[in-house]
């Protein structure tokens, strides 16, 4: 026989929403390392110095991400440098990819 957990007056238990968060960083780090793996590929097998570009502005967003869902606390929010420099570093991986896919990657 399971015993009932109580929930607080909100209906909500406050146990959940810090695992959530951390599942949604773990995600979102995943993500941005297969594309960082999958634009290394690319700029490996075409020799592109804008592919490789790409590929270590992704890698760096996928490395800022990561260290800092790793280290940050479930209530706080993330560092801004830290945030500022995800964002900068995925539009620069936007803006590099860019001509890469309109030219097909010549």
């Not at 026989?1 to 599942?23: C, I, K, S, W, Y």
Request: hydrophobic share 50%; net charge positive.
């Amino acid at each position: 026989m399971t015993r009932a957990v109580p929930v607080r007056a909100g209906g909500r238990d406050p146990g959940l929403q810090p695992e959530r968060t951390r599942l949604a960083w773990r995600r979102t780090t995943m993500s941005q390392a297969v594309g960082a793996l999958l634009l290394v590929h690319t700029a490996a097998s075409g020799s592109s110095p804008l592919g490789w570009a790409a590929a270590v502005c992704a890698a760096t967003a996928a490395a800022v991400t990561f260290l800092v869902g790793g280290t940050r606390r479930e209530t706080a929010p993330p560092p801004p440098a830290a945030m500022a420099l995800t964002a900068a570093s995925t539009a620069a991986t936007v803006l590099i990819s860019l001509p890469l896919l309109l030219t097909g990657g010549a």
